[in-house]
C-alpha cells in the first residue's frame, strides 16, 4: 500500500467482486424469475395480488410493520413420514406385536425407541403417525412391509421446524413466495409472530380489523401497539353500518357511536389475507394434508 | 527555530482552513444525534407502553425506530467520520484542507438531506428498505453531498507533501470509495419505480447494509483509531503488517457478509456469507493485536479523555464483530436470527463503536482546530462514563433478550407470548442504557455548542471592532 | 519494545508513524486454514449455486430425494411440461391453437371423445390433409411429434389435454400407449381424417 492508486484498486477489486456477487450475480439469477407451478398440480404460484391487498402492501410499509414482524418461514429438516389409514384385519395389540418384528430389520433399528413409544398407549385411533425418517429407504421399507401384512399406510413428506410447528407455515419461505411484492418486507425481528402464513392462520378479516383496532380485544397479552388512527368513530346513521367493527364492551365505541375502518385498514387486511406459505414447489417440496383426498 | 515556526504556521494554516467545514459537519451531527436518541428512546418506551404517542401515526414504532437508526448513522456518524477524515487528511498532507468551501456546502446539504429523510420516514415514505429508508430525494442530496465531501478530501490527500501513506490512509481512502458505490448501486435498485423481482430486493439490502453498517463504518472507526491512538500515546503504530493483513482481509471477507443464515434465498448466498464471516475473524484479531500492541505500555493518563473513548471504541468494535460472526454461524443462528441479538450487534456498532470513536476524535481535534481548550472538559469526561454505562447497560440486555427469546422460539411448545415477554424484561434495562447515552450526548452538543457560539461571537466581535476603529488607523495599518 | 527501533519514517509535526514488519507466518496459515475450512463447508452446503436448492436442502440431489414421485398430480404437472415444450409452441400454452398453425385442443371433440385411440395416434403418426375440428375446417400437416417420447411422457401429455382448460375427459396411462403402439403396425404414413374415423373410438 504504497501509493492511493493501490489501495484504490484493492478496494475497487474487493468490493467490486462482492458486487458481482451479491448484485449482479442475484439480478441475473433471479431478477427474471416467473411464477412456478405448484407441486403436483398444475396451479401457478404465487398469484398476482388484488387491488386492495397490492395497496394494502403500501401501507404494511409506510407504517413500518417490518420491524416488529418477520414474513419468512424457516425450516431446520425435511422428513418421511409414514402414517396408519387401516389396520385391514388385524388389532391393535397384534399389530404392536407386530412392530415388534420390525425391528431387526438393519433400517429400522434406529427407529426401535420411537415407534415402540409412539404405540405405548395406543388405542387404535386412526390414522397414526407410526415413523417420522429422514431417509426415504426407510420410509419406504416400512411402507412395503406394512402392505404386505395388509396394513394400509401413507407416506407423507413434510417439513419440521419450530416454526413450522408453530403453524407459522408449511414449509421453508422460497423467492417465488415474494415474486409480486414491490417492496418485499422480510423483516428482521420477532417482535411479533411471523406473518407469512398468516393468511391461512387468521382468514377472518374481522379479526383481523378487531386485531388492529385494540389487539388486545382479540389476544389479551398482545403487545402490538393499537392501530386506532386507521379507523373512524362515528355516530351511527340511520341504520348501522355493515362494516362497523364488533367489539367486546371495553374496546368498543360509546352508545350511539360505531368503528368503522378506514380505507387503508381495509386495505391492510386485504394484504394480511393475501399471505400464504401452504402450497408446496419443487423447492420447498411437502405433502400437503388435503391430497390424501 | 526555523522547522518548528514553519510547522506552527503549517498548523495554523491547516486549523484555518478546516474550522468552518469541521463546525458545519459536527454542529449539524450533534443535532441528529440527538435528535436518533430521541427517536430511539420514544422507540423503546414503545415496548413497554405500547400505546404510548400511540394515537399519532408519525409516531408509529415502525417509523420512530427506523427513524432514529437511520438518524443517528447517516445523522451523526457519517457526517461526523468525513469531518475527522478530512482532518486527518489534511494533518497527514501537512496541507490546509483543499477547496475548504466544498465541505461546508456539503455539510449543510447533507443535514438537509437527512432531513428531508428523517421527515419522510415519520411521514410514511419510507422506501421499506433497512438502512435506505430515505426517500429517494434525500438519497439523491446525501449521494450528492458525500460525493462533495469526497472530492475535497482526495484532492487533500493527492497535495500531500510526503508520498510515503500511513495506514489510516488505506482505511479511510478506501471509505471514500466505498460510500458511494454502495449507496448509489443500493438506491438506483431499490429506491426506484420498478424494483428488482422477488428477494433480489432484500439480497442488494443486505449487501448494503453489511458493507455500510460493517465494513464502512470499520474502515473509518479503525482508520480512525489507527491514528489518534499512537498520536495520543505518543508511540508509534504496532505492527504495519498486521495492520495490512486487516485492512486488506477486512476488504476482501467483510465486505462478502451480511446474508443472514435461513433467509429466503438460494443456499450458496447465505453459505457464502457464513464462510465470509468465520473469515472475518482474521481482521478483528489483527485489529485487537495492532491495538494491544500500540495500547500497552503506554502511560496515558486519559481519565475520560478521548484516548479512553477511541480505546473503548475499538474494544466495542471487537465485541462487535464477534457477535455478527456467531451470528452468520449456522448453529447458532437458528436461535439468534429474527431475535433482539441483531438489533444488539447494531446498535453497538454504531453507538458503542462508531460514535464513541468519533466522540474522542472529535474532543481532541476540535480544540486544536479551534485554537482553545474545550469549555467544559468537565462535561467531556462525564460524557465518557455516562456514554460507557450507557452503551453497556444497552447492549448487554440486549444480547441476553436476544439469546433467553431465540431458545424459547425455538421450542415450538412455549407460546409466542411467552418468549416475547421474556425478552421485554431486559428491555426495561436496555431503556435506561438509552437514557444514559441521550444525556452523554446532551452533553457532548453543550461543548460543541459552546465552542460554535464563541467563535461566532469572536468573529462578531472582530467585525464590530474592525468597523468602530477609526478610518485613519485601518489605512494607515494597510 | 524492539519494534519501535524499526520505525523507519520520519516524524512530521507530531503526525502518528507505523512501525514497519512483516505480518506473522501464523495469521496467514490461519486465513488460508480457514478459507479451505470454508470452501469445505460451502461444498457441502451451497448446492452450488443452484437457484432450486435452499438451505436446510444442502444439494440438487439432496432436494430431489424429497420430491413426490407418484399420483395423478404428478402426472398431470408432468404432462403440461412436456406440453408445453413439444406441442404448446404451436397449439399454444392455453390450447386455444393458433390461426394458420394449428387447430385448438380446447374444447376440440377429438381431444375429449369418450375413448382416446384416435387422438393418440395424431402424435404417434402425425396428421395430413382436411380435418374439421370444434366447427372449423383445418387443413394442417402435423409431424409424428410424440413418436419419440416415451409412453409414459405420452400419456401424460394426452392426459393433460384432456383435463385442462375445462376439458373433462378421462385420464391416459401408460400401458394404453404402450398397447396402441404396438397395434399400429410399421407403417409411417400420417393419418387423415378419413383414416381416424375408421379406426374405433
Redesign the interface.
Same mark, same amino acid.
Given at each position: 500500500m504504497k501509493t492511493g492508486l493501490s489501495i484504490f484498486i484493492a478496494a475497487f477489486i474487493a468490493l467490486g467482486t462482492s458486487w458481482c456477487g451479491f448484485v449482479l450475480a442475484p439480478l441475473l439469477q433471479l431478477g427474471s424469475a416467473q411464477q412456478t407451478v405448484i407441486l403436483q398440480t398444475t396451479d401457478n404460484w404465487p398469484l398476482q395480488r388484488t387491488g386492495a391487498a397490492t395497496l394494502g402492501l403500501q401501507v404494511y410499509r409506510a407504517y413500518g410493520c417490518a420491524a416488529c414482524h418477520t414474513e419468512q418461514v424457516r425450516q431446520t429438516g425435511s422428513a418421511f413420514e409414514v402414517t396408519l389409514t387401516s389396520l385391514g384385519n388385524q388389532k391393535p395389540a397384534d399389530f404392536i406385536e407386530f412392530t415388534k418384528s420390525l425391528f431387526v430389520l438393519p433400517g429400522l433399528a434406529n427407529y426401535t425407541n420411537a415407534i415402540a413409544a409412539s404405540l405405548n398407549g395406543w388405542n387404535g385411533g386412526l390414522p397414526k403417525t407410526l415413523l417420522t425418517a429422514t431417509d426415504k429407504d426407510v420410509a419406504t421399507e416400512m411402507a412395503d412391509r406394512l402392505k404386505a401384512v395388509g396394513v394400509k399406510s401413507e407416506t407423507a413428506i413434510i417439513a419440521t421446524g419450530p416454526d413450522i410447528a408453530r403453524g407459522w407455515g408449511s414449509r421453508l419461505s422460497v423467492a417465488a413466495d415474494f415474486l409480486y411484492d414491490q417492496p418485499v418486507q422480510l423483516g428482521s425481528l420477532r417482535a411479533g409472530p411471523d406473518l407469512a402464513n398468516i393468511g391461512v392462520r387468521a382468514p377472518d378479516a374481522n379479526w383481523q380489523l378487531a386485531h388492529l383496532y385494540a389487539p388486545k380485544s382479540v389476544t389479551p397479552n398482545s403487545t402490538m401497539p393499537s392501530f386506532k388512527f386507521l379507523f373512524e368513530v362515528r355516530k351511527v346513521g340511520a341504520s348501522p353500518s355493515p362494516e362497523a367493527l364488533n367489539l367486546p364492551k371495553e374496546f368498543a365505541a360509546a352508545d350511539g357511536f360505531e368503528i368503522v375502518p378506514k380505507p387503508a385498514a381495509k386495505q391492510l387486511v386485504a394484504y394480511l389475507l393475501s399471505l400464504k406459505a401452504n402450497v408446496p414447489l419443487y423447492e420447498a417440496p411437502f405433502t400437503p394434508a388435503t391430497a390424501a383426498k | 527555530m526555523n522547522l518548528t515556526e514553519n510547522?506552527s504556521s503549517?498548523?495554523r494554516e491547516i486549523n484555518d482552513s478546516l474550522r468552518v467545514p469541521l463546525l458545519a459537519l459536527f454542529g449539524g451531527a450533534a443535532v441528529w444525534l440527538i435528535v436518533g436518541l430521541v427517536l430511539g428512546l420514544i422507540a423503546g418506551i414503545?415496548?413497554h407502553a405500547?400505546?404510548f404517542l400511540?394515537?399519532? !401515526?408519525v409516531m408509529?414504532?415502525? *417509523?420512530v425506530?427506523?427513524a432514529a437508526n437511520d438518524a443517528v448513522l447517516y445523522g451523526f456518524c457519517i457526517p461526523a467520520a468525513l469531518g475527522v477524515a478530512l482532518w486527518i487528511f489534511a *494533518? %497527514?498532507s501537512?496541507q490546509p484542507l483543499a477547496l475548504p468551501l466544498v465541505p461546508v456546502v456539503a455539510a449543510n446539504l447533507w443535514h438537509l438531506g437527512v432531513f428531508i429523510g428523517t421527515a419522510g420516514?415519520l411521514l410514511?415514505?419510507?422506501?421499506?428498505?433497512?438502512w435506505l429508508e430515505y426517500p429517494r430525494a434525500a438519497a439523491v442530496i446525501l449521494f450528492a453531498a458525500f460525493m462533495l465531501i469526497a472530492v475535497s478530501a482526495a484532492a487533500t490527500?493527492?497535495w500531500r *507533501?510526503?508520498?510515503?501513506?500511513?495506514?489510516s490512509? /488505506?482505511f479511510l481512502?478506501?471509505g471514500l470509495?466505498?460510500f458511494p /458505490?454502495?449507496y448509489s448501486?443500493a438506491n438506483i435498485? #431499490?429506491n426506484s419505480h420498478? #424494483?428488482?423481482?422477488?428477494?433480489?430486493?432484500?439480497?442488494?439490502g443486505?449487501?448494503f447494509a453489511n458493507?455500510l453498517v460493517f465494513v464502512w463504518l470499520a474502515l473509518v472507526g479503525v482508520g480512525t483509531a489507527f491514528?489518534f491512538l !499512537?498520536?495520543i500515546a505518543a508511540?508509534?503504530?504496532?505492527?504495519?503488517?498486521?495492520?495490512?493483513?486487516a485492512?486488506?482481509?477486512l476488504?476482501?471477507f467483510g465486505? /462478502?457478509c451480511?446474508?443472514?443464515?435461513?433467509?429466503?434465498?438460494?443456499?450458496?448466498?447465505?453459505?457464502?456469507s457464513?464462510?465470509?464471516a468465520? #473469515?472475518t475473524?482474521?481482521p478483528l %484479531?489483527?485489529i485487537s493485536i495492532v491495538t494491544l500492541?500500540t495500547v500497552c505500555?503506554s502511560n496515558v493518563s486519559c481519565k475520560g479523555g478521548p484516548f479512553c473513548f477511541i480505546r473503548f471504541g475499538v474494544m466495542s468494535f471487537i465485541v462487535s464483530g464477534i457477535l455478527y460472526v456467531s451470528a452468520a454461524c449456522?448453529q447458532y443462528s437458528?436461535i439468534l436470527?429474527?431475535?433482539?441479538f441483531?438489533?444488539a450487534q447494531t446498535q453497538l456498532q454504531l453507538l458503542g463503536f462508531a460514535a464513541m470513536i468519533l466522540f474522542g476524535a472529535i474532543y481532541e481535534l476540535l480544540p486544536q482546530v479551534m485554537g482553545k481548550p474545550l469549555p467544559q472538559p468537565a462535561l467531556a469526561k462525564a460524557h465518557f462514563y455516562l456514554s460507557m454505562i450507557g452503551v453497556l447497560l444497552f447492549f448487554v440486555p440486549l444480547v441476553l433478550a436476544g439469546v433467553v427469546?431465540g431458545e424459547k422460539?425455538?421450542?415450538?411448545n412455549i407460546p409466542?407470548?411467552d418468549a416475547?415477554?421474556a425478552?421485554?424484561k431486559f428491555l426495561r434495562v436496555s431503556t435506561t442504557g438509552q437514557m444514559l447515552i441521550l444525556l452523554g450526548a446532551l452533553l457532548f452538543a453543550v461543548n460543541i455548542f459552546i465552542m460554535t457560539i464563541q467563535w461566532k461571537l469572536g468573529i462578531a466581535k472582530t467585525v464590530i471592532a474592525y468597523i468602530k476603529s477609526p478610518l485613519e488607523t485601518a489605512e494607515v495599518k494597510s | 519494545m524492539s519494534d519501535e527501533n524499526k520505525s523507519s519514517s520520519v516524524p512530521s509535526a507530531g503526525e502518528p508513524v507505523a512501525t514497519r514488519s512483516a505480518a506473522p507466518m501464523w495469521i496467514i496459515v490461519t486465513t488460508l486454514v480457514l478459507l479451505f475450512i470454508g470452501g469445505i463447508y460451502f461444498d457441502r452446503h451451497s448446492g452450488w449455486f443452484n437457484p432450486k436448492v435452499y438451505a436446510p436442502y444442502t444439494s440438487a440431489e439432496n432436494l430431489e430425494g424429497f420430491q413426490p414421485q407418484s399420483g395423478a398430480a404428478a402426472a398431470l404437472a408432468r404432462g403440461k411440461k412436456t406440453y408445453e415444450a413439444v406441442c404448446g409452441i404451436c397449439h399454444g400454452p392455453d390450447g386455444l391453437g393458433k390461426p394458420g398453425q394449428a387447430p385448438p385442443l380446447a374444447g376440440s371433440e377429438w381431444v375429449v371423445a369418450k375413448g382416446f385411440n384416435r387422438l393418440a395416434h395424431i402424435p404417434l403418426m402425425g396428421l395430413a390433409g382436411n380435418i374439421k375440428v370444434a366447427g372449423k375446417d383445418w387443413s394442417m400437416n402435423m409431424a409424428a411429434m410424440g413418436a419419440a417420447l416415451p409412453d409414459d411422457d405420452l400419456a401424460a401429455v394426452l392426459t393433460y389435454i384432456r383435463s385442462a382448460w375445462g376439458n373433462q375427459a378421462s385420464a391416459v396411462e401408460g400401458d394404453d400407449i404402450k398397447k396402441i403402439r404396438s397395434g399400429m403396425g410399421g407403417g409411417s404414413q400420417p393419418m387423415t381424417h378419413d383414416m381416424l374415423m375408421a379406426m374405433p373410438e
Open positions: - | 510547522n503549517c498548523d414503545k415496548f405500547p400505546d400511540g394515537a399519532c !401515526p408509529t414504532y415502525g *417509523r425506530a427506523p *494533518r %497527514l501537512g420516514i410514511g415514505a419510507s422506501s421499506g428498505h433497512t490527500f493527492g *507533501r510526503q508520498q510515503e501513506l500511513y495506514p490512509h /488505506w481512502f478506501a470509495l466505498w /458505490w454502495i448501486t435498485l #431499490l420498478q #424494483l428488482p423481482r422477488g428477494v433480489v430486493q432484500p439480497i442488494i443486505w449487501w458493507n491514528y !499512537p498520536k508511540r508509534p503504530l504496532a505492527n504495519s503488517g498486521y495492520v495490512l493483513l485492512f486488506l482481509t476488504v476482501f465486505t /462478502w451480511g446474508i443472514p443464515q435461513g433467509a429466503p434465498v438460494p443456499a450458496w448466498l447465505p453459505t457464502l457464513s464462510v465470509a468465520a #473469515l475473524l482474521v %484479531l489483527a500492541k505500555g449456522p437458528r436470527n429474527f431475535t433482539w441483531g438489533a427469546q422460539l425455538a421450542d415450538a409466542f407470548a416475547n415477554t425478552a421485554l | -
